[in-house]
């Protein structure tokens, strides 16, 4: 039974491989076949009209179009609009378009080298207490230094004398402070109401000048306002503002004082590096805003 199969198995293969004998010499007759014809092909001439040479006039085309600078579209020259190049541009806290990355800003507040530090504003200490008049119908005003911690009494227009520091007879000296007129005036209070108050005017020889105090609040003077400026780098070289004008040189720039308020606390100050060529920086210091860049 086994050689039955053997044999069967044996003539399929037979079969097989005559069949693809078969089939590649057919093949190898069409394919010489068509080489033969292609080449009878190439080898006649071609039909139909034949081409001519048209002939195209030469054109010299000269170029005169120049490219332009671009110019800037603000003064400062940040709005730029490049043709390869698009602007970069931001959006602030406020919602409005910059061209200079906020955190530049950010870092340049912090290189400043100040910041804003407290107020100094030391009352002036004499105060108004009343008057009274004489037998002899003199007018005797008295005050209060409270630098002292004194009672002053005198006569109006002439200067007040004071016990001696020290003194143990009842000697006095004169305290420099002549009243020279006084007054009671009406004001109105933020609440509305009007108040009596006593406007007084005296001269402190000891500053060299008229004051006016009044009865109802204290009494500043400019000259003895400050306000602290202190370094970001934490050294102990605080800085006291007086007057607009007032400079200090640290951290290899010169500071000057641009504008000062005292009411509303704000100080503007400009730093100029003595670095050739570096900018100059323009920098408003508040209580309440922190470190604002102006320029």
């Known amino acids: 039974m086994e050689k039955h199969y053997e044999k069967i198995l044996f003539l399929v293969a037979v079969l097989v491989a005559g069949a693809?004998?078969?089939?590649?010499l057919g093949s190898e007759g069409k394919l010489a076949k068509a080489k033969s014809q292609m080449q009878a092909s190439l080898q006649g001439k071609p039909s139909g009209?034949?081409?001519?040479?048209?002939?195209?006039?030469?054109?010299?085309?000269?170029?005169?179009?120049?490219?332009?600078?671009?110019?800037p579209q603000d003064?400062?020259?940040?709005?730029?609009?490049?043709?390869?190049?698009?602007?970069?541009?931001?959006?602030?806290?406020?919602?409005?378009?910059i061209v200079e990355p906020p955190f530049?800003?950010?870092?340049?507040?912090?290189?400043?080298?100040?910041?804003?530090?407290?107020?100094?504003?030391?009352?002036?200490?004499?105060?108004?207490?009343?008057?009274?008049?004489?037998?002899?119908?003199?007018?005797?005003?008295?005050?209060f230094d409270e630098s002292q911690n004194q009672s002053m009494i005198g006569k109006l227009n002439e200067e007040i004398k004071v016990r001696k520091a020290g003194s143990v007879t009842?000697?006095?000296?004169?305290?420099?402070?002549?009243?020279?007129?006084?007054?009671?005036?009406?004001?109105?209070?933020?609440?509305?109401?009007?108040?009596?108050?006593?406007?007084?005017?005296?001269?402190?020889?000891?500053?060299?000048?008229?004051?006016?105090?009044?009865?109802?609040?204290?009494t500043f003077l400019e000259e003895s306002r400050?306000?602290?400026?202190?370094?970001?780098?934490?050294?102990?070289?605080?800085?006291?503002?007086?007057?607009?004008?007032?400079?200090?040189?640290?951290?290899?720039?010169?500071?000057?004082v641009k504008e000062l308020d005292f009411e509303n606390e704000v100080v503007v100050v400009e730093k100029v590096p003595n670095e050739k060529g570096a900018p100059v920086q323009l920098m408003k210091m508040s209580k309440n805003g922190g470190n604002e860049l102006l320029k």
């Open 75 to 97: 003064e400062d020259g940040l709005w730029l609009y490049q043709l390869f190049t698009s602007p970069k541009i931001w959006v602030d806290s406020d919602g409005k378009f």
């Open 170 to 218: 009842g000697e006095t000296v004169g305290s420099g402070i002549t009243v020279k007129s006084f007054e009671e005036i009406r004001q109105k209070e933020d609440s509305g109401l009007i108040r009596k108050v006593t406007k007084v005017v005296l001269f402190d020889k000891n500053i060299g000048k008229e004051i006016v105090i009044f009865s109802n609040k204290p």
């Open 104 to 143: 530049q800003k950010e870092v340049i507040k912090k290189l400043f080298g100040f910041k804003y530090g407290e107020l100094k504003n030391e009352a002036y200490p004499i105060k108004w207490k009343g008057y009274f008049v004489s037998g002899d119908g003199s007018k005797i005003v008295q005050l």
């Open 49 to 71: 009209e034949p081409w001519q040479n048209i002939p195209v006039p030469e054109v010299n085309a000269e170029v005169t179009s120049t490219w332009e600078a671009v110019k």
């Open 226 to 256: 400050t306000i602290s400026l202190l370094p970001d780098n934490g050294s102990d070289s605080v800085w006291l503002v007086r007057k607009v004008g007032d400079k200090f040189e640290a951290n290899g720039a010169v500071y000057t």
């Open 20 to 24: 693809s004998a078969y089939f590649y």
